[in-house]
């Protein structure tokens, strides 16, 4: 059984910059790849950004991109640096594991394994 803990979220001012880091445990997660998701009140969850099993590869969201960085620090843990934070980027933003072997998606039904989400909030 593989568990996610997310941290790192809170309350900041726009410009501000946020890291989010994530742990995971159980399972073969040296082979998963990991990814970021967030959810505003009153809209669906979307993806935000995704690494590959060994850190190479990355994809973000357009909203994102040049702003978030995503990085596996470890096999066990991947962080999201949040650079630039925008009002926008209010939401609960949750972590993610893809058990499938060597893949990297931004779907989010392809991800098996999910944090409990943590609240980042960001003033104008």
């Known amino acids: 059984q593989v568990h996610l803990i997310e941290s790192g979220g809170g309350l900041v001012q726009a410009g501000d910059s946020l890291t989010l880091s994530c742990a995971a445990s159980?399972?073969?997660?040296?082979?998963?790849?990991m990814g970021w998701f967030r959810q505003a009140p009153g809209k669906e969850r979307q993806f935000v950004a995704a690494v590959s099993w060994n850190g190479g590869t990355t994809y973000y969201a357009d909203s994102v991109k040049g702003r978030f960085t995503i990085s596996k620090a470890n096999a066990n843990t991947v962080d999201l640096q949040m650079n630039s934070l925008e009002p926008e980027d209010t939401a609960a933003y949750y972590c993610?594991?893809?058990?499938?072997?060597?893949?990297?998606?931004?779907?989010?039904?392809?991800?098996?394994?999910w944090g409990q989400g943590m609240q980042v909030t960001v003033s104008s």
């Open positions: 159980g399972g073969a997660l040296a082979s998963y790849s």
């Open positions: 993610a594991a893809d058990s499938r072997v060597w893949t990297l998606s931004k779907l989010i039904n392809d991800y098996a394994y």
